[in-house]
């Protein structure tokens, strides 16, 4: 948590001090509109408190999640070993599974890197 015991502690000293400090002044109307703004100031970081302390659970949920690998790259093949299986027939189609090493090729009648 961002905000301690300590850090709660404090401003509800600090909104004390303001208000003895409000009681001691004269005239009711300034009182009044001294404390309607202290309690718009408390409300205001209670509020923020309590979104750090959703933004952090979303924050932890997050880092305990597995990220997906990125080492797949789209719209290149991985490399395979000369001999290797390269392609796949599945009825009249063929499709390459990886791409064949530097001097050799993909036969599509065998399907397998020469």
Do not use: H, W
Request: glycine share 8%; hydrophobic share 45%; net charge positive.
């Amino acid at each position: 948590m961002i905000i301690t015991l300590q850090g709660r502690q404090l401003v509800n000293l600090l909104i004390i001090k303001i208000l003895l400090m409000i009681i001691t002044l004269q005239g009711r109307q300034l009182v009044s509109l001294l404390i309607l703004k202290i309690l718009i100031i408390r409300d205001s970081l209670l509020i923020n408190y309590y979104l750090i302390e959703a933004l952090q659970a979303v924050l932890e949920k997050l880092k305990n999640k597995q990220l997906p690998n990125a080492t797949k790259k789209f719209g290149q093949l991985p490399s395979c070993d000369a001999g290797e299986q390269c392609a796949a027939r599945k009825g009249a189609r063929i499709g390459k599974l990886c791409g064949c090493p530097l001097g050799t090729t993909c036969d599509f009648f065998i399907m397998k890197c020469l």
